[in-house]
T-cell receptor, first 117, second 112 residues
Framework: AQSVAQPEDQVNVAEGNPLTVKCTYS??????LFWYVQYPNRGLQFLLK??????LVKGSYGFEAEFNKSQTSFHLKKPSALVSDSALYFC???????????????FGAGTQVVVTP | DARVTQTPRHKVTEMGQEVTMRCQPI?????VFWYRQTMMQGLELLAY????????DSGMPKDRFSAEMPDATLATLKIQPSEPRDSAVYFC??????????FGPGTRLTVT
């Protein structure tokens, strides 16, 4: 069965500093990996995905993520955080080796990012 | 700019009443998902459809919840009868199989 873990409930960072949000996963086949962001009272917004190819994936709003197969990780990064990046971030995985996945995503519990001025 | 739409955005109802939430997926998307989000449980998958056929609704309380797609432009989630523990934000999402899902703005349900 597929699973995803976000080990940090909250990440605090000062504006202008690098931001990293951690995600690890477990799948039986090859993973499709996704990051979403949720602002207060809004739905989840897609940020970026890894399907295949280059391990470094670039997405919206200056975010990027690095797929590391040996460490089964897909950490989200931003070189210089903004106060407006404060939000709830979700990692998600689809297990292509699961015959019953049918495009279903497994979401992590979410990590609250707080960027202080 | 195509978006998933959901109605109503907010719903307050009394325990025992029927609640119907509606979703219009993005045109051309062949999968539709219903999620529930609470502080305690986080994001839970309730049901999903592929090409309008229900594939999995194991996340739903079967005795009171039902999900349907009467046509490609409408997905519904019904709760009958509603209970206070159903209070949550309900999200609909749509996508193409295996790809990212696009979420609607959600329906905030309060059952008193």
């Amino acid at each position: 069965a597929q699973s995803v873990a976000q080990p940090e409930d909250q990440v605090n960072v000062a504006e202008g500093n690098p931001l990293t949000v951690k995600c690890t996963y477990s799948v039986s086949g090859n993973p499709y990996l996704f990051w979403y962001v949720q602002y207060p009272n809004r739905g989840l917004q897609f940020l970026l995905k890894y399907i295949t190819g280059d391990n470094l994936v670039k997405g919206s709003y200056g975010f990027e993520a690095e797929f590391n197969k040996s460490q089964t990780s897909f950490h989200l990064k931003k070189p210089s955080a903004l106060v407006s990046d404060s939000a709830l971030y979700f990692c998600a995985v689809r297990d292509t080796g699961a015959t019953d996945s049918w495009g279903k995503l497994q979401f992590g519990a979410g990590t609250q990012v707080v960027v202080t001025p | 700019d195509a978006r998933v739409t959901q109605t109503p955005r907010h719903k307050v109802t009394e325990m025992g009443q029927e609640v119907t939430m509606r979703c219009q997926p993005i045109l051309g998307h062949n999968t539709v998902f219903w999620y529930r989000q609470t502080m305690m449980q986080g994001l839970e998958l309730l049901a999903y459809f592929r090409n309008r056929a229900p594939l999995d609704d194991s996340g739903m309380p079967k005795d009171r919840f039902s999900a349907e797609m009467p046509d490609a432009t409408l997905a519904t989630l019904k709760i009958q009868p509603s209970e206070p523990r159903d209070s949550a934000v309900y999200f609909c999402a749509s996508g193409l199989v295996g790809n990212e899902q696009y979420f609607g703005p959600g329906t905030r349900l309060t059952v008193t």
